[in-house]
């Protein structure tokens, strides 16, 4: 599969400094920072600095550093919020998954008890 990465995108801007954010963690490789949208008390979007499109994009063509210094924000951002009741941890991709940005980000979303992610099928 080919990626194309739009660097016009909200998050590319937020990188930029172009568009302000509530950070909630910063390293070399990744930004943490609430969703401006919450679907949960603690909804903060975790996304890489690199230019990866997707998941997929994001674990074939990161560096071993990025991945490590993403996963690295992920644990930084799940021990800072009080989530230590449970969370869910959500990427979306692409069209049939409903990602509205294209530059990959995980939602962390905690705070309350969360219902089933999907109905059952049938």
Do not use: W
Not at 61 to 88: H, N, P, Y
Not at 99 to 113: C, E, F, K, T
């Amino acid at each position: 599969m080919q990626y194309e990465y739009d660097d016009q995108n909200i998050f590319a801007k937020i990188l930029r400094g172009e568009i302000p954010n509530q950070t909630v963690f910063e390293n070399e490789h990744a930004l943490a920072f609430d969703d401006i949208n919450p679907q949960a008390p603690v909804h903060v979007l975790v996304i890489p600095k690199g230019p990866y499109v997707s998941l997929d994009h994001f674990a074939r063509d990161a560096t071993d550093e990025e991945q490590l210094g993403f996963m690295r924000a992920v644990a930084e951002v799940c021990s800072s919020k009080s989530i230590e009741d449970g969370f869910r941890a959500i990427s979306n991709a692409r069209t049939h998954g409903v990602q509205d940005v294209p530059h990959y980000h995980l939602h962390i979303i905690g705070g309350a008890q969360l219902g089933r992610m999907l109905p059952p099928v049938g």
